[in-house]
């Protein structure tokens, strides 16, 4: 079984400072890992994806991850965020062996508040 | 239409009323799953379904009953619920090929029991 803690349930940031969601995942076998971003009232949005390959994973609105499997995490991260960046956040990780272990486990989520 | 549509956005009910969510997907996969979303709890997985089958039912309570006639829609009927049922429900789906499989996820139903 797998299961993802998103350190931080809220982190409340300036307009265009940096800012970093943390993401720790728990599994005894490989995962794909997954950023999932909610804004209000709406459905879950894929941000991005790391599947294999280079660790640093680019995704959109300037959003990026880094896979760190030693450390079993990978944080969230954005250089400059806009007031519309505000949103819940999860991460969620699936197994790669999939087959009748296929849930896709997210974490709680991380409210991030972008303010002027 | 794109992606994955679910319809009512919104629905308030009593306790004795029958309804359905709907849910859609134009991305020709082939699986599909319901999931519930409670304030301040992780998203929960409700059902899932692979080739019109269902393959997981995570312990729902009988009073929600889910419904896959194709792999592009996926119903959810509701009857008897209880006010603890109000939550967002959403929809998503993925083609399910052996190797990662993204789940693509609808705008969701906001459901009010009273």
């Known amino acids: 079984a797998q299961s993802v803690t998103q350190l931080d349930s809220q982190v409340p940031v300036f307009e265009e400072a940096p800012v970093e969601l943390r993401c720790n995942y728990s599994s005894s076998v490989s995962v794909y890992l997954f950023w999932y971003v909610q804004y209000p009232n709406q459905g879950l949005q894929l941000l991005l994806k790391?599947?294999?390959?280079?660790?640093l994973v680019k995704g959109i609105n300037g959003f990026e991850a880094e896979f760190n499997k030693s450390q079993t995490s990978f944080h969230l991260r954005k250089p400059s965020v806009h007031i519309s960046d505000t949103a819940e956040y999860f991460c969620a990780v699936y197994p790669v062996s999939g087959g009748s272990n296929y849930k896709l486990t997210f974490g709680k989520g991380t409210l991030l508040t972008v303010n002027p | 239409e794109t992606g994955v549509t679910q319809t009512p956005r919104h629905l308030v009910m009593g306790m004795t009323n029958k309804k359905s969510l709907k849910c859609e997907q134009h991305?020709?996969?082939?699986?599909m799953y319901w999931y519930k979303q409670s304030a301040k709890k992780p998203l929960e997985l409700m059902f899932v379904y692979n080739f019109k089958e269902q393959t997981e039912n995570n312990s729902v309570p009988s009073r929600f009953s889910p419904e896959c006639p194709n792999s592009s829609h996926l119903f959810l009927h509701l009857h008897t619920l209880q006010p603890e049922d109000s939550a967002l429900y959403l929809c998503a789906s993925s083609q399910t090929s052996g190797r990662e499989e993204t789940q693509y996820f609808g705008p969701g139903t906001r459901l009010l029991v009273l």
């Open positions: 991305l020709g996969h082939n699986a």
């Open positions: 790391y599947l294999s390959g280079s660790t």
